[in-house]
C-alpha cells in the first residue's frame, strides 16, 4: 500500500474573472492600487500556480481554503470553477472552502461585499452570489465526496488517504465580526473527530481564518479577524489530539504552534494569498506509515501570460504591495514630487501629503540621511549592541532595513536573527521607546501590548522568525 501521499494548498486566490473588467480598465487598476494584492493578473498568477500543481504527478489533489474570488460576483465565481474543472480533468481532487470575499451582503449580516463589473473609468453593478448559494457551486469539490456534510455551515469530512481526515470547515458566522461555527457546527465537528481518532485516521483541519494569529499583537488588535471560536477550536483540538489546521486569511505566510497548560499542542500553518507578495502555495506530503505531514513552500518565479515588465513574480507583486510602494515612492518626494504624490497616494492620504508638502519633504529627507548607528545611539546599550556590531554596521541607513522588515511581513521568515546588529539597535531602540510611551502615555501601551508582554515582544516577531523556525517548512507528528 501507498504511505507517502502529496497535495498542494493555496489560499486567498482572490480571483477576478477577464469577464468581470473591461481590458485596459483604469477603474481596476486604481482598485488593486490601493489593496495589498494583485487583482488585474489573479487569472494569470491563478494559472501559473495550477502550471506546477499539473507538473507534478506525485500531486493527487488540491485544498483551498478560502476567498477564492474576490468580491462575491457570478462571473468570477463561474469561471474561478472552469479553472478547478482543469485540475479535476487532469485527474486532481480538489477541495475548498468558502470565505468573506465569497459572497455578497444581502443586509442580513456584517458582509460588505457588493458584485461589481469594472468599466474602463468606474463600475457597474453585477450579478451577486448569495451565502446559501455556494454549498450548491461547490458541491463537486468537496461536499460531494464526503460522507459528513455540516447542515448549519456547509462544512465537510472526507477521507484523503488511507487513514488521513480532511475536515474542511467553511466561514460560518455574520461576515465579518464572527467567522466561523456556531454551537451545532461545533458539534458536528467534535463528533466528526471522534469518529476519525475511533478509526485511527489522522486528522489534517483546514479553514479559512486563523486559529493561532501570526502575531500575538493580532488577535489583540482585530480579534473579529481569527476564526469565530478559535479559542474553542484550539481547545478541541488540544483535546482531541488533532495536530494541524490549515488556514489563510492575513495573507501571512507563518507556522506557529499552541501549547495548552497540559502540555497539548497543534499547529497552525498559514499560507499567504496566492495573489500577494511573494504569493506561496504549500506542498504537503503526508506519510501514512510514520504518521507525519512534511509542508513545504513553493513559489512561481513569472506570470505565465502577464507582462511584468522583467521583473520575477515576486518583485512585481512587492510594485503593488503597501511596502512595495512606499518603497517606489519615497526617493520621489525631492525629485519629482506630483508622482510622489501619485503614487504614496495609494496608501496613504493624497491630501493630507499635499497640505503638508514641506513637513512631508524634510522629514523624508532626514529619514532617508539617518543612519542606523544613530538608532543605536539612541538605544544605549538595551539591545546589547557591542563596538564590532557598530563597526559592522559602518553608514548603513535605517530606511532600507525598515523596507527588508515590511517585504517579510507577508512572506515569512523575518530578517534579522538575534545574531544581528540590526536586531539588537531595533531591541534597545524599541525598549527605550517603550520606556519613554510608558513615562508619558502608559495607556497608549496598554492598548497596544497584549497582557503580560512588553513592547518588545510585540515588535520581535516582525524582526526575527521566532515563530517555529521557518516559516516555509515544517514536519508535523500527527
Ligand atoms: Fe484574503
Ligand atoms: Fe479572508
Not at 480598465?25 to 498568477?45: K, P, T, Y
Not at 461555527?181 to 479559512?208: K, M, P, R, T, Y
Not at 507563518?254 to 500577494?276: H, K, L, M, Q
Not at 525631492?334 to 519633504?361: I, N, Q
Request: glycine share 10%; net charge negative; with cysteine.
Amino acid at each position: 500500500m501507498e504511505k507517502r501521499h502529496s497535495f498542494y494548498i493555496l489560499t486567498d486566490t482572490h480571483y477576478v474573472s477577464k469577464r468581470a473588467f473591461e481590458p485596459g480598465s483604469r477603474s481596476f487598476r486604481r482598485r488593486e492600487a490601493g489593496d495589498q494584492i494583485a487583482l488585474v493578473s489573479s487569472v494569470e498568477i491563478l494559472r501559473s500556480f495550477f502550471d506546477v500543481i499539473l507538473a507534478d504527478d506525485e500531486a493527487d489533489a488540491v485544498l483551498i481554503t478560502g476567498d477564492l474570488v474576490n468580491s462575491g460576483d457570478k462571473l468570477s465565481h463561474e469561471d474561478f470553477i472552469k479553472e478547478l474543472r482543469v485540475l479535476t480533468d487532469a485527474g486532481k481532487r480538489v477541495f475548498v472552502t468558502t470565505a468573506t470575499h465569497d459572497y455578497c451582503g444581502m443586509g442580513d449580516d456584517e458582509n460588505f461585499f457588493t458584485a461589481c463589473r469594472y468599466t474602463l473609468d468606474g463600475t457597474e453593478p453585477a450579478e451577486p452570489v448569495r451565502k446559501a448559494e455556494l454549498p450548491g457551486l461547490y458541491a463537486d469539490f468537496g461536499p460531494n465526496q464526503s460522507g459528513s456534510v455540516d447542515p448549519e455551515s456547509g462544512s465537510y469530512s472526507l477521507k484523503l488517504y488511507d487513514g488521513v481526515r480532511l475536515i474542511a470547515l467553511n466561514d460560518n458566522g455574520n461576515g465579518r465580526s464572527h467567522c466561523g461555527l456556531f454551537d451545532e457546527g461545533f458539534q458536528w465537528l467534535e463528533n466528526e473527530i471522534d469518529a476519525a481518532n475511533a478509526a485511527g485516521e489522522s486528522v489534517l483541519l483546514a479553514v479559512h481564518h486563523p486559529v493561532i494569529p501570526p502575531w500575538d499583537v493580532y488577535a489583540q488588535a482585530v480579534d473579529f479577524e481569527m476564526f469565530g471560536g478559535y479559542r474553542r477550536l484550539k481547545e478541541l483540538m488540544c483535546e482531541k489530539g488533532v495536530r494541524v489546521v490549515f488556514t489563510g486569511h492575513t495573507h501571512v505566510q507563518n507556522i506557529r504552534r499552541y501549547d495548552d497548560e497540559a502540555g497539548r499542542y497543534f499547529y497552525d500553518v498559514a499560507t499567504t494569498a496566492a495573489v500577494s507578495a511573494a504569493g506561496n502555495m504549500r506542498r504537503v506530503t503526508v506519510d501514512t506509515a510514520e504518521k507525519t505531514c512534511a509542508v513545504d513552500t513553493v513559489r512561481i518565479d513569472a506570470i505565465k501570460g502577464w507582462d511584468t515588465g522583467g521583473k520575477s513574480f515576486s518583485d512585481y507583486i512587492y510594485g503593488l504591495n503597501f511596502v512595495g510602494l512606499l518603497e517606489k515612492a519615497l526617493p520621489l518626494a525631492e525629485t519629482d514630487w506630483p508622482r510622489f504624490v501619485e503614487t504614496a497616494g495609494c496608501v496613504l492620504p493624497a491630501d493630507k501629503l499635499k497640505e503638508h508638502e514641506r513637513l512631508v519633504k524634510t522629514a523624508l529627507k532626514k529619514l532617508q540621511k539617518l543612519k542606523v548607528r544613530t538608532v543605536a545611539k539612541f538605544g544605549g546599550r538595551l539591545g546589547g549592541v557591542t563596538k564590532e556590531d557598530l563597526a559592522s554596521l559602518g553608514d548603513e541607513r535605517v530606511l532600507p532595513v525598515l523596507f527588508t522588515i515590511g517585504r517579510h511581513i507577508q512572506s515569512g521568515n523575518a530578517p534579522y536573527g538575534p545574531e544581528t546588529p540590526e536586531y539588537k539597535v531595533i531591541k534597545g531602540a524599541v525598549l527605550k521607546g517603550g520606556k519613554l510611551v510608558n513615562t508619558f502615555k502608559k495607556d497608549l501601551l496598554d492598548r497596544i501590548v497584549p497582557p503580560g508582554q512588553t513592547l518588545w515582544d510585540v515588535a520581535e516577531p516582525f524582526v526575527c522568525n521566532n515563530r517555529t523556525g521557518d516559516d516555509d517548512h515544517i514536519v508535523i507528528g500527527l
